[in-house]
Every structure is written in C-alpha cells, then in structure tokens.
C-alpha cells in the first residue's frame, strides 16, 4: 500500500488595528518537491489578528484536503499561540477562537496534522497572501487570484529546492522526468515523437502546431493552425469573446462545428480499449475555437483559491521536457504493464443541451431527453459489442446515471458513484444561453473567458478549481483500477480535463478539443507516470 500523500500548509492572519480591517492567506506545498499547489485568501472585515490566523488556518486545510482528502499535513504558522493550541499545549480561553479551533480540528484527524512554530521571515507567501486580501478590502473588492504576485515573491525565500517532478499518474511532464530517469543511457537517443509519451508536445501545447484532427494514435505528428502561439490571437482563444458555448457545443470561432455534427468517422474502433498499447486512431476532428459550456469551470466558494505548480491540475506544460518529435528509446525500461484504462463517455442529450444552455452541476440537474435515451442505448449496445469493460463509475448527476445504467442493463456490472466526476457549477448562469449571459454580466463573462482561474458569477467554479477535482479523483481511480478497463459516464469538463493532463497541455488547450453528446474518449494510465491518449469524439456508434 503506497503512503498517504504529505502536504505543508503555512498560514497566517492579519488586522490593521487589532481589531481592525483584517484578512488572511494560506498556502499548501507539495512536502516533497516544495512547489505551490494551491492558495487561498480573504479580506474578513473588522476583527483581531488570531481570528485572522485562526480563519487562515481554516482556509489552508480545507485547501489541503480538497486536493488530497487522505494527506497528512504539516502546518508552519509564526502564531504562536495559534500553534500551541491547535498542538494541545495551551488551554482555547477566549470565545472567537473556540468555534474556529474546532472547526480547524474537524477538516482532519488530529493524528494526521501536526504543527510548527516558524519564524515571520520564513511565512513570507502566507503573509504576503493576507496582505493582499486586505488590501483588495480596502478598495471594496474581493481578492482574486490571478492579481496575486504572493508565490512569485515568496520563491525565492523558499529555503527547500524542489526536485524533478514526481507527480501522480496521468501529469505528463512527471511521467516524462519517470522515464528518462529509469532509462538514464537511453534517453538522449531520438525516436518517432509519441502521442502517449509524456514530455513530448501534442496538439493543444502552448506554442506547438496542433491539426483539426485528434489521434488516439502514438506518435501521429500534428500541424496546422497554432494552439496558443505568442502574439498570435485564435478565434477560441480564452481571451476570445467566441471562445465557449453552451451544453449542446454550440459553435464558437470560425471553423467549428457544432457537436452535434461530428464530421466521417472511419468505423468503430475495437482494440483502443484494450489493455495492449494500441495503435488505432480516431479520426473525428477537433474543431479550433469549439467549447462547450458544459465543459465549464471551477472555482471556491467562500474564499478565492488556486493551484499552482507541477503537480497542479492547471499547471501549463508549455515547456518540453524532451525535443519536439523525439521521445525515449527503449521503453522496457519503465513499468509498461497493462495500463489502467478509463474509457471516457459523455451523457446523452437532455432538453437543454438543443437550446445552447450552461447546464452544470449547480442547476436543475435534467434527465435525459427522448434523443438522449436512444443515444444511451446505442453507446450501450456498441460498448456490449466491444466487450472490454471491466467496470462502470459515474457522476452523481442525473443525466450520467441514466445513461450509465442504459451500459449497465446492457453488460450486467453495478454502476458506482463518484463525486469528482460531476460538471462545473455554473452559479448564476445556469440554465441561461451565452447570448443571456453576455446580457447580464458582461463584466464576470469577461473574466471568465480570460482567465481559468476566474468564476462564474454567484459562486460558480472555474477551470483550475475542476482541474484540480479530477485530477485528484483521476489519482484515485488509477490507484484502485491498475490493469483494468473502467467506464467513466461523465461529462465535458471532467473528459477535456483528463485528456489535456494527458497531453500536458495548457488550459487553453480545452478551446480546441470538439466532444459531442454520448461520445466516447479513451486515456491509458501506467504505473511509471506516463498516459496515453487513444481516442477521442468516437461517435460511430451514434450513425
């Protein structure tokens, strides 16, 4: 059994006045490489430096657990006495810092968390977090990620060097630093560039040419029109106003396709789901610009948050680890055993999905609509042809479990339910088309479209904050499934998530991947790190 991950939170809490206008920051570090994964920060209003502290400590756990619910973690805090109670050393005597104390002791087991007094030099990010949050407080605005500048600041302080990536299955670049290490003669002699092989730029890499044409292939070489190259403005850019739609994958940008039009297909593709490392391609095109609102976003509720680093879900891999085209010889070198496999399908149609809506996970949950049933039996029956899946998990959403229970009937296996899988919460926006939303807030649509780590308006989630949940559960999943095939019954967000880490690709790389109603996809997870992206859009079964 592989150890429980170890995280570091280091916290604090400020008041201009004690009591006075008041915030706090929390960070959480990787234990093992130092890199940043994920910060939070807010201005809170009048009150005393220790309820500050108390809430930044609140924050920074909460943050930690969402990421890996099972860590144990390290807290560094300079408050003394917020490190002396929370150790049991010192009696909780005054009445604003009992309920935070208790709620600070629920988010883990107390044998799972232990505290350290630090010096204030050495809480330079955590203070540096605060500070801003008081600040945005001042001129009447909440604290928002993609202003700070706490990490960037506080790097150089940092007194741990972080060492080579060493991410969970599915982080391309970690899987890329895995292999060159297990092969360390080998590694410098260039091959056919693959698909699969972590390290090696795909389609959707911030700067590399990406085709109109996804391949499930190893190695397939991709050209065409630049995926996010320097000073180059795409129609599906995240700047681009054209750059999302709405649950039906209306079109967005020159050259897209509605994802109800899914272009020739070449037939089914039965070996893809295998646990031998196929060869076979899917040939449905990736319409530039394309995006589904239901692919959506993710963000915190409460406070602002974000991740950050190597092992972040939305950390963007725009840096090769190996040459563009070039990949490792030799891999019998790194564990190339039978892959955990998540074959990844998409719910069927429901009425919102005809008429372009935001339908997330934070709306009125809909079924499944009559088109959305047949399209549920036909994946059902093409699936049961295929004969490969081992077991069925599925997002707690309505539209999901009837179509994964339409698999079910069909294979004879029990459907289990998993929470990471849900889609974006679209806050105020759901149930309304991009059109209504442009309408009313303009402003928040904005910021969305620019930024992954920006939200929806009234507390929806943005796309670092969905990364950073599948990520999480797709490391959950690998773990318990090793060498099987598992069907996913999932939706947008979640199936362009899994596939982006795959490639290692940045987040703008989800503008150009088209994925229909009861489409199916497929990733490969191995136990050295690496993952193999084999299909994605399959709609034959839909003809």
Request: hydrophobic share 40%; glycine share 12%.
């Amino acid at each position: 059994m592989t150890s429980a991950r170890e995280l570091v939170v280091e916290a604090d809490g400020g008041s201009r006045g004690n009591p006075g206008p008041a915030g706090y920051g929390a960070v959480v570090l990787d234990a093992a490489t130092g890199e940043t994964l994920a910060e939070a920060a807010e201005y809170i209003g009048v009150a005393t430096n220790n309820v500050a502290e108390y809430k930044g400590l609140v924050a920074g756990l909460k943050a930690a657990r969402e990421l890996f619910p099972d860590a144990t973690v390290h807290v560094r805090m300079d408050s003394k006495l917020v490190v002396e109670q929370m150790s049991g050393r010192w009696k909780i005597k005054h009445p604003d810092m009992k309920p935070l104390a208790a709620e600070a002791g629920r988010v883990f087991p107390a044998g799972r968390v232990r505290y350290e007094w630090i010096p204030r030099e050495r809480n330079k990010h955590a203070d540096r977090l605060a500070n801003e949050a008081m600040d945005a407080g001042r001129l009447g605005r909440r604290w928002e990620p993609s202003g700070s500048t706490a990490s960037l600041d506080a790097s150089a302080a940092r007194n741990a060097a972080a060492p080579p990536p060493s991410g969970p299955p599915g982080d391309a670049r970690a899987g890329a630093a895995r292999a060159r290490a297990a092969l360390s003669g080998t590694a410098g002699t260039p091959s056919t560039g693959t698909a699969g092989a972590s390290g090696t730029p795909t389609a959707g890499t911030s700067g590399a040419p990406s085709t109109g044409t996804s391949s499930g292939t190893s190695g397939a070489p991709s050209t065409g029109t630049p995926a996010g190259a320097s000073g180059t403005s795409t129609a599906g850019a995240p700047g681009s106003p054209a750059a999302r739609t709405s649950d039906a994958g209306m079109s967005a940008g020159a050259g897209a396709r509605p994802a109800t039009d899914d272009g020739p297909n070449d037939g089914p593709n039965d070996g893809l789901f295998a646990a031998e490392d196929a060869t076979a391609t899917s040939s449905t095109p990736v319409a530039s610009g394309d995006f589904e609102a239901e692919a959506g976003a993710l963000a915190p509720t409460g406070h602002a948050a974000r991740t950050t680093g190597a092992t972040r879900a939305d950390a963007p891999a725009s840096t090769p680890v190996q040459p563009r085209g070039t990949a490792p010889q030799g891999w019998a070198g790194p564990d190339m055993g039978a892959p955990a496999t998540f074959v990844l399908l998409r719910h069927g149609e429901t009425a919102l999905t005809p008429e372009k809506r935001f339908s997330g996970s934070g709306g009125s949950d809909p079924e499944l609509s009559a088109a959305g049933l047949r399209q549920a039996e036909a994946v059902a029956a093409a699936l049961a042809a295929r004969g490969t899946i081992q077991e069925i998990v599925s997002s707690p959403l309505t539209r999901c479990r009837q179509t994964a229970a339409a698999v079910a009937a069909r294979l004879g296996l029990d459907v289990r339910i998993e929470q990471g899988l849900r889609e974006t919460d679209f806050g105020a926006w759901e149930g309304l088309t991009f059109g209504e939303v442009r309408e009313r807030y303009p402003e928040d649509l904005d910021a969305w479209l620019a930024s992954p780590k920006a939200a929806p308006t009234g507390g929806g989630e943005s796309f670092a904050t969905v990364a950073r949940r599948v990520a999480a559960t797709r490391d959950r999943l690998t773990a318990a499934h090793a060498g099987r095939t598992v069907l996913l019954v999932t939706h947008v967000t979640p199936i362009k998530t899994l596939v982006r880490l795959a490639l290692g690709a940045p987040p703008e790389s989800l503008f150009r991947m088209e994925l229909s109603a009861a489409s199916i996809s497929a990733v490969a997870y191995y136990a050295d790190g690496n993952a193999s992206v084999r299909l994605l859009n399959d709609t034959s079964h839909l003809r």
